[in-house]
């Protein structure tokens, strides 16, 4: 068993943003990172590296820790502490790394803003395989960082090596400084000290942390009825929420999990709703500071929460209804959505400056001030800041019920009720639990039958009995057809401690990110959920 060896604890600075994009490099390697130097009381430069930097491209290893102050970690050495430094108004972690560097012979200097480490270079002196697992020996500590999806890892190691490796391992190549090692499935790497190694074995599932990230904030992930699970535990009594989307193009656009965290400066991520991804616009729930930007649809699920971290699950419907000119009430299908069905559909500023018809032979009504101001077929059109649009859809003759000149009325019904209560909601479905019962029934919210039966990675928001929050991804970092059904699901939200959770987007959606890392990787997506730290 590896050794506990704890660093004498250095105060460290709560860092600030960067004013220019900082980079790192190791021997001339360079790339985007976030870095901290500074002296301590005895005037020695202390460092220390975002926690995403130093597991994701120098390949050190995190386990589990009981407080956010420190992170015990694994880098060719019996494990030790490193201390950490959090600041709320910054979203990453930074790993304290003078000690661990300096043991190892790295050398740093600063340039502008970019911190060049001078390592000495590593020599692949042999590697050894078995049926289940390579080990790589190294004659030093070199830096290493994977690739990884279902069908293939590739490990590059900045570290030489020699053409007569190959007899031994085929899928050998040399770059520059660097040895890539190429396997044909999922693995995972771990590090042996005395002498420094490499060992690389098939990934089955993910590895059992729990990992105090932040005060209120825990990162967990383990094997749950035969699935890798990895969650976020969050006290919303430090933390709020927010939906977030791409938004350079109105509601149109798929952008990174990540991407769409780092433009609110989000503590962590996880994908949200429903969405085309032809149309890149969304199918379901997204509401924010009491504003609609897009409707519930088809009496799905959705969760709603107010600034005080309250939340509430329901199978939403948001009903609309105009009148004109004091006639009879007319049935509206939905608000700023990318849902399109036949019928009269409403549209306002906050889905975007203009509006360009979604299907062939739409009329557009102009309504501003609660008066019909004009009829377009074109596109795009504008979308009036102080009224909206109605776009009529398979219907004859919609000119002719909105006159120019007509007043409209326009009134709104919550279902259920209770929901209005609640300023900023999401949307996607299944309903899975709610106040401590199963609820799960696909069919009432107009899934798919199949959709009940389908294995595919999953992301979920539940809350405890506690009202903590839990951010739940199953089987995203695993094979796509490895992931559970939705009952399978239900019952993992329910072994993690949830009364009530909901079903997100799935399959290539499934995504989670927390200190811009990437926990769980998945692909572009149109909307999802940040954390942020309360003030």
Known sequence: MLGLIVLAQTPLPAPQPPVLEQRLSVNGET????????????????LAVSEGDATQRLGIGLRSSRRPQEQPVVWFRPAQNLPVSWHPQYTRRFLEVTELWADAGWQTQVQGNELRITAPVAQIQGIRQSSRRTVIDLDKIA??????????TILRILAMGRAELRQSFPNLNFSA??????????????????????????????????????????WRQEQVRGYGVTWLEIDPQQYTMRPVWEGSRGQTGLAPLLTLAQQVQGVAAINGGFFNRNTQLPLGAI???????????????????????????????????????????????ALNSGYVQKGIARYTA???????????????????DDRVVGMATGNPIPVPLAGYLLVGRGLDNLGSQFPPGATVQLSQQWLPP????????????????????????PEQEQFQPFFRQQKAPRSALGVSRSGRW???????????????????LTQIMQDLGAVAAL????????????????????????NGLVLLRRS
């Open 350 to 368: 906050n889905w975007g400056a203009t509006y360009t018809p979604l299907t062939q032979g739409e009329t557009v009504i102009t309504v501003t």
């Open 418 to 441: 209770a929901l209005q209560n609640y300023p900023h909601g999401l949307g996607a479905g299944p309903l899975l639990l709610n106040h401590g019962r199963v609820v799960l029934d």
């Open 287 to 333: 509401r924010w500071q009491g504003q609609w930007y897009s409707s519930p649809i088809l009496n799905r699920g959705m969760v709603a929460w107010n600034d005080q971290g309250e939340l509430a699950f329901a199978r939403a419907q948001f009903q609309e209804q105009v009148r004109v000119n004091q006639g009879a009430p007319m049935n509206l299908q």
């Open 143 to 152: 830096p290493w960082r994977i690739q990884s999806n279902a069908n293939q």
């Open 31 to 46: 790339w985007v990172g976030a870095w901290r130097q500074w002296r301590d009381a005895q005037g020695r430069v202390r």
């Open 470 to 488: 839990l951010w739940v991804t199953v089987g995203g970092n695993e094979a796509y057809q490895q992931g559970p059904t939705l009952m399978e």
């Open 177 to 218: 400084q660097a040895t890539v090692l190429t396997f044909n499935q999922p693995m995972r790497v771990t590090t042996l000290p005395n002498p420094p190694r490499l060992v690389v074995e098939p990934q089955t599932g993910v590895e059992k942390l729990t990992i105090h990230w932040a005060p209120g904030l825990q």
């Open 503 to 526: 079903n997100l987007d799935g399959g290539t959606s499934t995504s989670l990110v927390l200190g811009g890392q990437v926990l769980v990787p998945g692909g572009r997506v149109h």
